[in-house]
């Protein structure tokens, strides 16, 4: 007998983003998480798992955090369906979306089909791939049974790099398995790494005093002058170094073959008044750490670069994500690569995210080997920008792959 492999239904699929995508989760200031949450409960129950709604206590969130744009209940789901497997997979994707502003050609929150396409806010960030996760897990369970047990982590608050979600999660030790599909990527690439990223602050102190006789002072705005340029000679030192981890195929397309450390200065702030020596300055930018360096070595670097100045400054970090990084051979990357070969025919290249990512965050934590595949392609989805969308052809495709990489 030919072997019969389950097959998602395309109508059901789409009939699942649209009711997803009609959700309002947008973040900040992430709403709309407790009636998401309530609608995917009953579907993953119908299907045999059990269900968690993992709500944030109050006082965690006052305590970590901090942006004031966040308002309301932080409902992050877990399902979890138990086979026997000897194995557990986790499979994870954010439940908000960014702002959907600026003139669309139709409703953001009403996914349209055109030209072989849908359009609306989060049809690629991520919402696609938890449809096609529902649809091909039917599909595969009115016919059979995963060949790992299985469990499903949807949360909050990614878009606006909070903790209440994935982060919050892992601390609570209930990211759980031994292997980790991250649906919060593209189908262009398997992403095995990312950046870390840290922001940072320097403010740099004069003295104020009338600009007519500025010279009685000691003007901010101009002593960050070689502050700047200290950083844009690292900048130039950091920029040089490369990861062994080949970039995306998108960066690669425009001549960037690896991924790279980054630093900028991306904001500057100081003075009150043209006729005011300005008593302070602050700059701020970041750093992109690539798996290769370590996050305190990145810190190190940008205050041994500054001490030697002969100027007053204060100098503070805010290490977000670490870099992540999974051995290339671990089997579990392969059987990815594969499933994807099997599902959507082609096989994938491997790459690293100039991005961060807080699937790094939970990856750091609890060990667990993780490949990042989603849908949507990073030249064409336009993510995050007016009109995003996602080839109906991928949807498809990727509720196809995870059947091939789920069943026995
Ligand atoms: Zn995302």
């Not at 209440?164 to 999660?169: K, Q």
Request: proline share 6%; glycine share 8%; charged share 25%.
């Amino acid at each position: 007998m030919p072997e019969i492999i389950p097959s998602p239904d395309a109508n059901y699929l789409m009939d699942l983003l649209k009711k997803i995508i009609s959700f309002k989760t947008v973040a900040p200031p992430g709403s709309n998480y407790q009636e998401i949450v309530d609608w995917l409960v009953p579907i993953f129950r119908e299907m045999g798992f059990a269900t968690q709604k993992m709500v944030m206590p109050k006082e965690v969130f006052a305590a970590k955090c901090s942006d004031p744009r966040l308002v309301g209940d932080r409902f992050n789901l877990r399902a979890d369906l138990s086979v026997g497997a000897e194995k557990t997979l986790v499979i994870y994707a954010h439940l908000d979306v960014v702002p959907a502003e600026g003139n669309w050609d139709s409703d953001p929150f009403q996914a349209v089909a055109k030209n072989g396409r849908i359009y609306g806010r989060g049809v690629s960030d991520c919402k696609g791939s938890i449809a096609a996760l529902i649809a091909a897990l039917k599909a595969l369970l009115e016919s059979g049974k995963p060949k790992y047990n299985l469990s499903i982590l949807l949360t909050t608050d990614e878009e606006v790099g909070g903790y209440s979600g994935l982060c919050y999660l892992t601390d609570l030790g209930q990211v759980k398995g031994d292997l980790m599909l991250c649906m919060d990527g593209f189908s262009d690439d398997v992403v095995i790494g990312s950046n870390g990223i840290i922001t940072w602050d320097v403010v740099v102190h004069g003295r104020s005093s009338h600009s007519g006789s500025s010279f009685l002072g000691i003007n901010a705005v101009e002593r960050s002058i070689p502050v700047m340029d200290a950083l844009m000679n690292l900048k130039k030192v950091v920029q040089a170094r490369r990861s062994l981890l080949p970039a995306s195929t998108a960066l690669e397309a425009m001549g960037k073959k690896n991924l790279m450390p980054i630093l900028n200065i991306t904001m500057i702030n100081g003075g009150i008044k043209e006729n005011i020596v300005p008593d302070r300055c602050t700059l701020r930018g970041d750093r992109r750490v690539i798996p290769e360096e370590s996050m305190d070595e990145a810190l190190a670097e940008i205050e041994r670069t500054l001490k030697p100045l002969d100027i007053d400054f204060d100098l503070k970090f805010y290490p977000g994500y670490p870099p992540m990084s999974v051995n290339p051979d671990h089997p579990w990357v392969l059987e990815v690569r594969e499933a994807v070969q099997r599902g959507m025919g082609f096989f994938p290249r491997l790459s690293g995210a100039q991005g961060s990512l807080d699937q790094a965050y939970a990856t750091e934590k609890t060990g667990i080997p993780t490949c990042v595949f989603g849908v949507g392609r990073q030249l064409e989805s336009n993510i995050h920008g007016l009109n995003e969308n996602v080839r109906v052809a991928d949807l498809n495709g990727f509720a196809r792959f995870l059947i091939e990489l789920l069943r026995a």
